[in-house]
């Protein structure tokens, strides 16, 4: 996996494309560890699934077919915890390298076995130049709003049940491997970015199947939510700048009323989709707090 990875962005890097904000078209890289979920396509979907590249990430759209891709630690170095990983893309499109491949690369690194999660999307335009101009197109800036309002967050509002199967679907597979993989099933997480950590939210608040020891929402929807009685420890972090911040605090507030162990890092800036980091920001140390997170509440202790 980690020879695959490192292909991956080898890849990319012969490409002479600029890395900015401008969309390039890309071929689908070679996903060899993929494993197909087979939880069915997506209803009115005429395109098929294609790459593109945007601030020098390689992203996917159209996906109509989902997948777990595993990253296992170093032989040795596991300690049993597993994070399954689900990128961010306003559930158009998904964030692979940024949000993806790189995070379970890193959790490898630290003993976790990491599975990347690609969820099935809204269908897009079938032409790139289509879905650059939907991209590009103007949007009204957001109103800002304070602690206790209702989450003005649009994709809260989006109906979600293709992805929560995928999800649930993706535990089911690591339960069923547990053995064979070495995952504790005691010790099983969820990190996502921002649409990501939306899934992660959502699937925490009604999945029946998904018994989660841990959640991690980066740059996801602030606004508040009824929480379970049982609901899991949360670390969440997001950036003052972030537009999905807006003043809010209501998901903190909620899971704090609720009695549930929650950690909030507001970093003063980052922006939105800064992945593991982006140069110059005080965002770029969420990962070390989040690792230091799992430690000190014993997710990480060999099993």
Known sequence: MKKLFIAILTCL????????GTIYPLEAPKEPNAIP????SVKDQPAPETWFRQWGDPMA??????????????????????????????????????????VAEALAKKGITAFVLKYRLFPT???????????????PAPQKTDSTAKNTNPMAQ?????????????????????????????????????????LTMHATLNSKTMKLAFIGPIYGGMGPVKVPANA?????????DDFLFNSQFGVIESW?????????????????GFGLGNPNRTSNKWFD?????????KFLGAK
């Open 158 to 198: 989006m109906d979600l049940s293709n992805q929560l199967t995928d999800a649930e679907a993706a535990y089911a597979m690591i339960i069923k491997n547990a053995a064979a993989w070495g995952v504790d099933t005691q010790r099983i997480g969820m990190i996502g970015f921002s649409a990501g950590a939306g």
């Open 37 to 40: 979920l087979n939880t069915g």
């Open 13 to 20: 890097a012969f490409n002479a494309i600029a890395q900015d």
């Open 232 to 240: 899991p420890p949360m670390f969440n972090a997001i950036a003052s």
């Open 256 to 272: 704090f009323k609720a009695g549930r162990p929650v950690e909030f890092h507001l970093y003063q800036n980052g922006g939105h």
């Open 125 to 139: 335009p079938e032409k790139l130049d289509d879905f650059t101009a939907w991209m590009n197109r103007p949007r």
């Open 61 to 102: 759209r159209n996906i109509s077919q989902a997948t777990l891709t595993p990253f296992f630690p170093e032989k040795g170095k596991a300690n049993g915890a597993a994070v399954i990983v689900a990128p961010g893309g306003g559930y158009r499109w998904l964030s692979m390298g940024n949000e993806g491949w790189e």
């Open 289 to 297: 707090a989040f690792m230091h997170w799992l430690e000190v509440n």
